[in-house]
């Protein structure tokens, strides 16, 4: 089925109407990540269609922030890998099946790789300094929102919780979906840990991502990340 642009926009301009309203501006820029959870248990999920069309409803919210058009996606489970192609309107039309399946391999469930993968492929660059001595890292130009989307409990927690804390100290924020019924006590934990330089964590349970409407998604990732925008801002991890 082909992608229904006129949908996309639609829920585009719901996106950009949400940052009107948390008072961030319609023209706040962010690069949009999507980490998606590879491993086993998520194989019916993959086969079902649930993942492709959870990707296209990313896509739009990714429009509404990304001006370069495209979400940039990675899968994990004990290792990680960056899918090749970036989610764009060009490609997102059976994007799970072109892009994904079959082209890796499924695994247990690790968040850190992939979270220190993408501190590493967007943390901001140092400059001053001959040969780096003395440099100092600049605020980023625009902060990294990474929507992860994951079925159960992860078997690396002291290692997670290390890569998001150095998150902290630069412009990336974290959204986690967790999707089904299984237990989420650690994301829970990591929606309040402590030892960060700010909050860069939000956490909401989906049951069944099908019957989530639009609009309930696009309020859940919106729900932490205004405040979090404003004080990147202030604190200067962000431009």
Do not use: C
């Amino acid at each position: 089925m082909a992608i229904n642009l006129e949908k996309i926009n639609l829920q585009k301009e719901q996106v950009i109407d949400l940052k009107k309203k948390a008072g961030i501006g319609s023209r706040s820029q962010a690069q949009v990540v999507l980490a998606l959870d590879f491993s086993g248990s998520m194989s019916p999920l993959y086969n079902n269609g649930t993942v492709q069309k959870t990707v296209e409803r990313i896509l739009p919210f990714g429009l509404a922030f990304d001006d370069n058009g495209e979400v940039d996606t990675y899968l994990f489970e004990n290792r990680y890998n960056k899918v090749k192609q970036s989610v764009t309107l060009e490609n997102a039309e059976n994007y799970v099946n072109d892009k994904i399946l079959g082209k890796y391999e499924m695994g247990g469930t690790n968040y850190a790789p992939v979270l220190n993968a993408i501190y590493d492929d967007f943390k901001p660059s140092k400059s001053g300094g001959l040969f780096g001595l003395g440099s100092t890292e600049q605020p980023m130009e625009y902060p990294v929102y990474i929507i992860f989307i994951t079925d159960g409990d992860n078997f690396d927690k002291p290692e997670t919780e290390s890569v998001i804390k150095k998150m902290s100290e630069k412009g990336f924020f974290i959204q986690f979906i967790g999707i089904g019924n299984a237990g989420f006590s650690f994301l829970e934990k990591l929606d309040d840990m402590g030892g960060r330089k700010l909050d860069n964590v939000n956490f909401f349970n989906v049951n069944n991502l099908n019957s989530f409407s639009d609009e309930a998604l696009y309020q859940g990732l919106m729900s932490e990340y205004p405040e979090w925008y404003k004080q990147a801002r202030n604190l200067n991890l962000i431009k």
